[in-house]
């Protein structure tokens, strides 16, 4: 076998020219599907992100019919004892209440929702990386709001002017409060400057008279764990509606799971088209040289080893290209490692659920299955050049070489 | 152990489907003692390179049996034939055939490494064979760096490199000129006397008709009287 890997290397190198557009075309191909792959990957993760980060997270704990009717109607009792919730796949959780409204400045009125938060519980949601100008929301207590930018332009108001908001009460009786605006907040996609407006949990339970939440988002340690945790919340919690983000957000829940078979018809599209041109050229290469097989028959070869020694070559080329392509992808992936900027096409990949950023993530699995495609193709692809080969007399390869 | 090193009885070759017949051979019937250095000729089209085909296991023939040494071609199968041809025959072609990637002596060596011998011996074996036939300074030349005589010497040491029991050639002086053809031949003719190879060779040039020690004169697929 050392004689045929010998024989195939050599071989490789005489045929360097041929050899070289073949190796070029696959380092095409593999880097392009690997950038391809990383950027869908990353907009899979952008549509879990948007969705978790939104105040859903990977589960959510609702009052019953909180989901038929959002509004502070339908609360969770303060005093529930969250002991479900002390379990080591979960890596933290937080209450809120929240309540459609109406906001009126001096000149505009707009529809948003308003939210309840305890700041000190907000690692896991866009609140935590909202850039503020003047102050955040620092306490529960907090009676000031935080509104976005996006908000305070349509509105016309400003930091420190005076908003009423107007929301159903738990007795679908209207209240009418007035906020000082506080701060101001630029986020990473302007539906949450436009949709939310943000006060202190324990000040809008006051105002409203609801002692208790509207929901209470669940984060996991890990993806994976989501059904096992909801099942056992479910089970806990009965009086209470428990619901993976994926069913509280179908949408995005189909655009994650769609994203992520996209990610195998590229690489089945990319290196199924590949494989034609590849076989197309090794067996161009194999003719050239079909007088020299029959010879190394004439002399004692063996056709098994003949075969391999076309599969070594072939599967030699196809490692090397997928080395060097997933190199080249790497590098191509490091350099736009920030993201490519869709800010031009803000709105339209915002509606659609993604950040103004398209940014790579890598995913190991990928590697891999990239790396097994191409070694499969290889075979598959010297299998017809391999087949000319033995399929040939050996009297008939001396003739026709 | 047989006193000949090829014997054919009967052969007949047919080209061509039922209908349109092509005999190549028609009855030949052959033995070649070991030792000998014979030399098949006749005019092209007479079945001399079909004949040394057939005894070389390269293609079967249609009719008849072949022997080389103890064992009966008509008997092998592909894979077997493939042994044979490793282990007890050398050929020598008129387009040289050598391995294009492979130096002189790796050439050589390409025989032994499939036997399986071991890489000091082989290596060895092959640069003794090499020097033998006069090119001790071409070892590390590749095929495309060498004259055809030395390419036609490099395939000779490579034929009898791992002592098979008889050495093929077809048309081996085809591509060379008389001066070289005659060197070509004392190399032969060395390789008979002094390894004691027995050799067969097709040829229609009576500069090489003229180193073997019998003829036999091939019309027609048939052996002339």
Known sequence: MRLVFQLALRNIWRQRRRNGLVLFAIVVSVGGVFVMNSLARGMEQD?????????RGHIKILAPNQLDEPGLRYSIPQTTNWAALDRPDIE????????PAVIMSERETRGVEIVGIDPTRESHSFIHDLVVEGEGILDPNDQHLLIGRDLA?????????????????????????????????????TRYEEAYVLTGLSSLQTISGVDGFTGVSVYLKDLAYVDEVQSSLASQLPDLDVATWAQLDPFTSEMHRFIGFTVYILIVVFLGT??????????????????????????????????????????IIMLLALMIGLGVGLLFVWWIGDGIDLTAFAAGVEAFGMGARMVPHLVVDDFVILGVASVILGLIASYFPARRVIKASILQSLRDG | MSDFAVQTTDITRIYGNETVPVYALRGV?????????VSIVGPSGSGKSTLLHVIGGLERPTEGEITVGDTILGECSDSELTDVRLYKMGFVFQAYNLIPVLSAVENVEFILQLQG?????????????????????????????????????????RAVVSNPAVLLADEPSANLDSETTKEFCEYLQHANEERGVTILTATHDPLVMGYTKRHINLVDGQIAA
């Open chain 2, 117 to 157: 011998v071991g890489k000091k011996e082989r290596r060895e074996r092959a640069q003794e064979a090499l020097s033998a036939f006069g090119l001790e300074d071409l070892f590390n030349r590749r095929p495309g760096e060498m004259s055809g005589g030395q390419q036609q010497r490099v395939a000779i040491a």
């Open chain 1, 47 to 55: 549509f879990l992100r948007f969705s978790i980060e939104n105040f």
């Open chain 1, 274 to 315: 590949l494989v034609f041109g590849l076989i197309n050229a090794l067996v161009t290469a194999v003719l050239v040289r079909i007088k020299e097989f029959g010879m190394l028959r004439v002399v004692g070869m063996k056709s098994r080893l003949v075969v391999s020694q076309v599969v070594i070559e072939c599967v």
């Open chain 2, 29 to 37: 019937s052959l033995d070649v003692e070991v030792g000998e250095f």
């Open chain 1, 153 to 189: 332009e349509e509105l016309k108001t400003g930091l420190g002017r005076r908003l009423v908001v107007l929301m159903n009460g738990p007795d679908d009786t209207a209240i009418e409060t007035g906020f000082r605006i506080l701060g101001i907040f630029d986020s990473e996609t």
């Open chain 1, 92 to 99: 933290t959780w937080t209450p809120r209440l929240r309540s």
